[in-house]
């Protein structure tokens, strides 16, 4: 079996559990957490199809992880300021947001709009700063959302010389290290015990 199929697989299961864990978090929160999860979970399952030789699936991959690197890294920033902003999530308007996120899905599937790279490290860093102000209040909580963006950040920046120092394929270090990731976005989400 081809090791990167390998840790593609592993991604999945990370997603599963971390859906598991999102679903914990209050409305509408807990959508915009399984939202961006989602969008991980399917780019890992056609990435484990490409890399398992099934070269139909290499679009829709591309496509995907586009997708789960700009609407799905928005949707996990939503989560993550939902929960800061809980009350006027909930007293106030949040069907708008779920509105917005329906029309980047639909203009990023027609391929008229894609965030930068700078807007996606743009979105982490506010969930950088989501973290820190929740360090305050709600400790472990605030722990794994940190744990997460520094997951991200090493994702994007670090992965070469984590390959170079550890001996293993930079893919798969990219994949270990996105599903910590998004383990630790869904334990966040799981203790925003929101009243």
């Not at 090791?3 to 978090?25: D, G, T, W």
């Not at 209050?26 to 961006?36: D, T």
């Not at 398992?52 to 690197?69: L, P, R």
């Not at 965030?115 to 979105?123: A, D, E, H, P, T």
Request: aromatic share 12%; with cysteine; hydrophobic share 60%.
């Amino acid at each position: 079996m081809n090791l990167v199929v390998a840790f593609e697989a592993i991604l999945v299961v990370c997603c599963l559990i971390s859906l598991n864990l999102a679903r914990q978090a209050f409305f509408p929160a807990s959508l915009f957490w399984a939202f961006g999860i989602i969008t991980i979970g399917i780019t890992a399952t056609l990435g484990g199809f490409k890399f398992a030789g099934y070269s139909g699936v290499e679009t829709y991959h591309t496509t995907a992880k586009y997708f789960s690197g700009s609407i799905g890294i928005a949707a996990l920033t939503l989560g993550a300021v939902a929960g800061l902003f809980a009350n006027f999530f909930i007293r106030f308007y949040w069907w708008i947001l779920l509105l917005l996120i329906v029309v980047l899905c639909v203009a990023m599937l027609l391929g008229q709009w894609r965030l930068s790279s700078n807007i996606q490290m743009g979105l982490v860093g506010v969930i950088l700063l989501v973290g820190l102000v929740r360090l305050i209040s709600s400790g472990m909580l605030a722990v794994y959302l940190l744990l997460a963006v520094g997951c991200l950040l090493l994702s994007d920046i670090a992965v070469k010389w984590l390959a170079l120092n550890s001996g293993m394929e930079e893919v798969n270090i990219y994949h270990v290290l996105i599903s910590l990731a998004v383990v630790s976005f869904g334990l966040s989400a799981s203790r925003d015990n929101w009243e």
